[in-house]
């Protein structure tokens, strides 16, 4: 059974930072693309960053220099550093298989092998 498991949001201030972790099982984890996404209540989902199986890495443009997406093929993890938090960042983050399509912007689309997951919440306080 393919699961992906989230961690590591909590209560912080503006300008505080936070570090998650998607722990992946049940799938080849080297061969696929993994990313971040979040949903505020009453909003859509968005994908937030991406990081393929080349370790390039892509952002929205709203996160790019505060964010850091990374993975450790060893530990079938993937994590999100978080830096320089504002209120806008507050919700829901999980994390899924992604695919960037880059036009005039850039967007990140999940691709779920499953289920979402329970996610891990993230909320930035003012």
């Known amino acids: 059974e393919v699961q992906l498991v989230e961690s590591g949001g909590g209560l912080v201030q503006a300008g505080g930072s936070l570090r998650l972790s998607c722990a992946v099982s049940?799938?080849?984890?080297?061969?696929?693309?993994i990313g971040w996404f979040r949903q505020a209540p009453g909003k859509e989902r968005e994908g937030v960053s991406c990081i393929l199986s080349s370790d390039v890495t892509d952002y929205i443009d709203s996160v790019k220099g505060r964010f850091t997406i990374s993975r450790d093929n060893a530990e079938n993890t993937a994590y999100l550093q978080m830096d320089n938090l504002k209120p806008e960042d507050t919700g829901v983050y999980y994390c899924?298989?992604?695919?960037?399509?880059?036009?005039?912007?850039?967007?990140?689309?999940?691709?779920?092998?499953?289920?979402w997951g329970q996610g891990t919440q993230v909320t930035v306080s003012s």
């Open positions: 049940g799938f080849s984890f080297d061969d696929h693309a």
């Open positions: 899924a298989e992604c695919r960037v399509i880059v036009t005039t912007t850039t967007r990140i689309n999940p691709i779920p092998l499953g289920s």
